[in-house]
Every structure is written in C-alpha cells, then in structure tokens.
C-alpha cells in the first residue's frame, strides 16, 4: 500500500471498543484507531484532499437470489469495528432485548475481512427468522458481504453506525480517500506484527469525545489490533444493493468524515438518521442508537 493510501486506510481503524466491563457501566464500549507512528505526513496544504463526488443515484436493487422471509423482524445481529470486541454494543443490547428482540453481538477477530465475514456467517446460521445486520465503522465493510449469498436469506436489511459500505471492488483505502484527512488519522500506528493500534493519549479527543474519560480509558486498555490488510481488501459482494439500508451519520465525527458518510448514504439509497454524536455512537448514545435500529426493523418488517 502507498504511504498515503495506508494513512487513509487507517482512519477506518477508529471503530468502536468495549469490553465485559460496558457490563457493567450499561453502555457500549468505543473504538480505538491506529497511530501516526507508522504513517507518513498527511498531505501539504498545496495539496488538499479532494472532495467527496456527487454520490451517483442508487442504482435499482435487483432481486435477491431468494426470498427473504417475512413478517416482523425478530433478530437484530451488531457488528463491531476495529480495536474492541462485541461487549462495545452492551447499552444498544440492553436496549434492543427490552424491545423484544433477540440480539447478538458476533465477536469478530479483526484478523482478515474474510475471517471477520465467516464469523459473521456463523451466528448468522444459529437464528431463524427475518434479521437485520447492523456494523459499526469497519463492521459496515462485513455486513456488506454478510448479508449477501444463499446463506444471508433471512437478512432483511442493514443498518449502518458511521461506517464503510462499499461496493463491489471497492476497498475502505478507496472509499476513505475520497475525503478529507481526518484527526483520527494521525492517531494511528502499525506494529511489527502488521496490526493497528490507536494512541491511548489521542483516543477521546478524537474517537470518543462525548464518551466520559474514565470509560474511555477501559476502552484504551481493552482494544483489539486490527490487521492492516484488511483496508486493502476489495468487496465482492454488495448487500446493500437489493436489500434496504438505513444509515446512522455521526455529524461530530473525527475519524470517518461525516461528509463521506453522507456521500456513502446517499450512494447506496439508504434512510438517513443524523445524529451530533463523535465516531463512538453505539457507546456515547446507546439509546438514540437502539432506537434507530428499532425504527428501521419496524420498516424492514413491514417491506
């Protein structure tokens, strides 16, 4: 990857966190980023990041290889992003079982797209019944080929938290790289191992401002590495492309620009929900996230 691209990859790293201890607080964990230590400097004023084209009109979703079920939505499946494990949805969880339905939160190992799209698959098989894919920053890149194939059939829709939705041959490196250079860019780092961390001292400023500090710092110690491959990775396949999406913007985001978030939205025909949250939205606001969520099962239930 060229020295800009893996800067530009790297913003994805800013997917929530949380661990077994959002337990116990009651809210969603955030998500930490990689560090600047191995990335190059971000571009010169003389040479701006271009801005995000016009997003082109959804094209006509084409009919899926089969039929979804129907009736009310009774699963809703989170995905989480890079640098935290499926404990960063605890506040959506609790929230989203009060309401009555059955929530899983897969713990993808962040290791590869391919072996985060198998865990997926895998819950995906345990639950019967029209479901909702639901990802957080990169967990939008896995639900986007989830929930395609014979074996998503039950997915009826996807929601995405501030996050990548891709089309076919398209990487997070592409889509991210459209955009401005966020400050949560400069926060990440690769290890030796060719995994990303993100800076413990840039993490609430720049991926959980509105998050208190003292779980903030839970987070920090309780991130999970993601490998840097996985920014380069191309998607083959695009859910979002004959099943409904709906699309949570983080207006306060410092990681993922809210202006690329738009311009994905827009792309892929989604309803969009706005909402003056940093990138840690499942965590900061776990009410206002449960609800989103809720309203777009309701309609998916009703499609």
Known sequence: ???????????????????????????????????????????????????????PAPAPRPAAASTPPGGPVQNIVLVHGAFVDGSSWNGVIARLQKKGYRVASVQ?????????????????????????????????????????????????????VAAIAPDVGESSVDILKRGPQMPAGSGMTKDSSGFIWFDPARYHNDIAADVPENLTRVLVAAQQPIAAKSFEERATQAAWRYKPSWYIVTTRDRAVSPEIQRWMAHRIGATIVETPSSHLMPVAHAGATADAIDRAAKEFGKE
């Open 1 to 55: 990857m060229s020295p800009k691209h893996l800067l530009y990859a790297v913003l994805l790293g800013a997917c929530v966190a949380t661990t077994g201890v959002l337990a116990q607080t009651g809210q969603p964990a955030a998500q930490p980023e990689p560090s600047a230590a191995d990335t190059p400097p971000a571009p010169s004023a003389a040479e701006p990041a271009p801005p995000p084209a016009a997003a």
């Open 108 to 160: 993808i190992p962040l290791t590869s797209l391919a072996d985060d799209i198998a865990a997926t698959r895998r819950v995906l098989a345990q639950l019967s019944g029209p479901t909702v894919l639901v990802g957080h920053s990169w967990g939008g890149f896995v639900i986007t080929e989830a929930g395609s194939g014979a074996d998503a059939s039950k997915v009826v829709g996807l929601v995405y």
